[in-house]
Structure formats: C-alpha cells, structure tokens
C-alpha cells in the first residue's frame, strides 16, 4: 500500500504514466518480471512502522497516567497525552520515513535489475552524504503538528469510546487506582 501510494505521488509529479493504483502495481509486476516488486522498501517500512507504534502507546499511556495525576482528571488530560504521543512517535520515527521515502520513491521505470536498485542502507548514506543528518528532518514541523491534532482526537475517541463500552458508569481516573 505505501509503495504503490508514494509511486503513484511520484508518477504525478514526475511521468504520468499510470492510470491508477492497479494499473500501476501491474505495470511494475510486468516490467520487473515478478510481482515481488511491491515489496520494494516493506522491511524499512515495517521497522518505521514497529518504532511509530511502540513510541505512540507507550508515551501515550505515560503522559495520560502523569497528565490526570497532575491536571485533577482534567478533561484536556487525553487529547494532550494523545497530541504528544502522536508528535514525539512522528519525530522518533521520521528518519525511518525518509529512508522508506528514498527507497518506495524512487522511479523504477529506469531500473531494470534488483541490483541498481537503492536500497535502505544507500539512501541512508546518500541523505547523510548530500544533506547530512538534518536531512533526516526535511518536512518534520507539518507532520508533528498534523500528527499532534490526529492524535489528540484519536485518544479521546478511544477513551470516550471506552467509557461507552462500561455503561458510562467508570470515570477515567479509575484506570489509575
């Protein structure tokens, strides 16, 4: 999903040879001989998404369990302990998204063989080489904010979700006793 989409981004800016996301993953499977082409950058990818998810709920629980102990339960507790989860997962695991950008970006309609393809280890040096580690952080201020916003909402859906499913009865400050 994530190759096809950022290959698709780029085709937009780039070629525009592709019609569509099926039409695109056909393309690719027919000029690379294999569809095992769709899993260009998945180890990358999996990695960044096992450092997002891991960071995301362990200082989500972190700073909800400090947030209520410290705001007297206040209602703002969540959505603030969500915003931080989401803008601190984004920036601990933004590296591994630009390496995964290198790797899914790049135009494979020029690369024929596996070998020429880059892989994760390359764009890490060729970021470092050309941009030096800062490149690692191109784009970062949106994303954390977005993220601040989308996590901030998504934690209190879940919580208020959660409070649905025990009647309405439990207060959330009973999680911590």
Request: proline share 3%; with cysteine; net charge positive.
């Amino acid at each position: 999903e994530n190759f096809l989409k950022t290959q698709m981004q780029m085709d937009n800016v780039n070629a525009k040879r592709f019609t569509g996301s099926f039409h695109c993953a056909s393309v690719l499977i027919k000029e690379h001989g294999s569809p095992l082409v769709l899993y260009t950058g998945h180890t990358v990818n999996t990695i960044r998404e096992a450092a997002f998810v891991g960071s995301y709920f362990f200082v989500y629980e972190g700073f909800r369990e400090l947030f209520l102990k410290n705001m007297n339960g206040s209602p703002l507790a969540v959505p603030f302990a969500g915003g931080l989860a989401g803008a601190f997962s984004w920036f601990f695991s933004f590296p591994l998204d630009c390496i995964r950008a290198g790797v899914q970006g790049q135009d494979l309609a020029y690369i024929k063989s596996a070998s020429k393809k880059r892989n994760a280890v390359r764009v890490f040096w060729d970021l470092v080489s050309t941009k030096g580690f800062l490149g690692f952080y191109a784009g970062v201020g949106p994303s954390i904010a977005r993220a601040f916003l989308v996590s901030g909402s998504r934690f209190s859906a879940y919580e208020g979700a959660l409070w649905i499913c025990r009647g309405g009865r439990d207060n959330i400050m009973m999680d911590l006793k």
